[in-house]
């Protein structure tokens, strides 16, 4: 099966919406780290965060390593915030990242 | 000024063909992947290397070959291209190897089109 599941598959959000992105993983991850993808498709990282809470600018990430699972919070949002959202985890030594297939957040304009 | 430039940015290949795929970072790290992203699928790893050590190769073909000449180089050649080779192909780095917890840095990416 997948290791790393995203949800919601997609989202619509609507300008000042907070959001929450959730990321399962199956396998114990030694590290935990969130990337924004643009429309456009660069990849750019946004956090590292194997344990805990962490911050910046609005987002806010919580991991629960034992219960394998991450959020990623998204406060007041703006149209800019759109983009695909891709939640990857590490397993152990030599192990390189492996992907989730992404929450796409999706302007609601009026 | 992206700190990891991939070359060219857009290939078109025909069916058969050779192609190499450049990834050079001036970001100072020890470790670089290749990632490759088909439409409507997961990023997939493909390669890693660390000091210009093979670490890892999750690519079931051989007809794509990774080529380390230097330390903050990682090129991609691919033989006999298929369609399905089709994708946008990424190289990343991070300042130790894979499995140490490191921050993961991509560039922006070749888009492959295979006729």
């Known amino acids: 099966g997948q290791q790393v599941q995203q949800s919601p598959a997609s989202l619509v959000l609507q300008e000042g919406e907070n959001a929450e992105l959730q990321c399962n993983f199956s396998s114990t991850a030694t590290q935990l780290q969130w990337f924004y993808q643009s429309p456009g498709g660069s990849l750019v990282s946004l956090l590292s965060?194997?344990?805990g809470t962490k911050h910046t600018g609005r987002l806010t990430s919580t991991t629960v390593t034992k219960e394998r699972r991450s959020s990623l919070h998204i406060s007041s949002s703006q149209t800019t915030d759109s983009g695909t959202y891709l939640c990857?985890?590490?397993?152990?030594?030599?192990?390189?990242?492996?992907f989730g297939s992404g929450t796409k957040v999706i302007p609601c304009l009026p | 000024d992206p700190k990891i430039i991939q070359k060219p940015k857009y290939l078109v290949a025909v069916t058969g063909s050779e192609k190499i795929l450049i990834c050079e970072q001036y970001?100072?790290?020890?470790?670089m992947y290749w990632y490759r992203q088909s439409a409507k699928k997961p990023l997939e790893f493909m390669f890693s290397y660390s000091y210009q050590k093979l670490m890892d190769n999750q690519t079931a073909s051989s007809r794509f070959q990774p080529q380390s000449s230097k330390k903050n180089h990682l090129d991609l050649q691919i033989t006999a291209l298929k369609p399905d080779d089709s994708a946008t192909y990424f190289c990343?780095?991070?300042?130790?190897?894979?499995?140490?917890?490191?921050?993961?840095?991509f560039g922006a990416g070749t888009r492959l089109s295979v006729l």
């Open positions: 970001l100072g790290h020890n470790a």
């Open positions: 990857a985890i590490e397993t152990g030594f030599a192990s390189a990242l492996t």
């Open positions: 990343a780095s991070s300042q130790e190897g894979p499995g140490r917890g490191n921050t993961l840095y």
């Open positions: 965060n194997p344990s």
